[in-house]
């Protein structure tokens, strides 16, 4: 069983940074994809990035391209999400995720393991 714990979600003002982590216990994630996903109010949930555990190929949706970054630490079983220059549309409820590698990282359906999520809130 993956039990996934997101953290690091916080408020802060439009500009600043944030990291955001995800510690699995129970397993390591060899021949998985990790996520992050978000979910502003009253909007559907959408990709932002994904890492392939082994490979460390990296995934990333458009408008989160150049200021955020996704990263894995093998040894501590944790991805991060380092989020930068954050603007107020980064408002949302950010949520790791967890599946086995196929070649569709980006779609949340098919994604059967999920951290509790944590609040983003980004101030004008």
């Known amino acids: 069983q993956v039990q996934l714990v997101d953290s690091g979600g916080g408020l802060v003002q439009a500009g600043g940074s944030l990291r955001l982590s995800c510690a699995s216990s129970?397993?390591?994630?060899?021949?998985?994809?990790m996520g992050w996903f978000r979910q502003a109010p009253g909007k559907e949930r959408e990709f932002v990035a994904a890492?392939?555990?082994?490979?460390?190929?990296?995934y990333y949706e458009d408008s989160v391209k150049g200021r955020f970054t996704i990263s894995r630490d093998n040894a501590k079983n944790t991805v991060y999400l380092q989020m930068n220059s954050l603007k107020p549309e980064d408002t949302a409820v950010y949520y790791c995720?967890?599946?086995?590698?196929?070649?569709?990282?980006?779609?949340?359906?098919?994604?059967?393991?999920w951290g509790q999520g944590t609040q983003v809130t980004v101030s004008s």
């Open positions: 995720a967890a599946k086995l590698l196929s070649a569709n990282y980006y779609s949340p359906a098919l994604y059967p393991y």
């Open positions: 890492i392939s555990w082994v490979a460390g190929s990296t």
């Open positions: 129970g397993r390591t994630f060899n021949g998985y994809y």
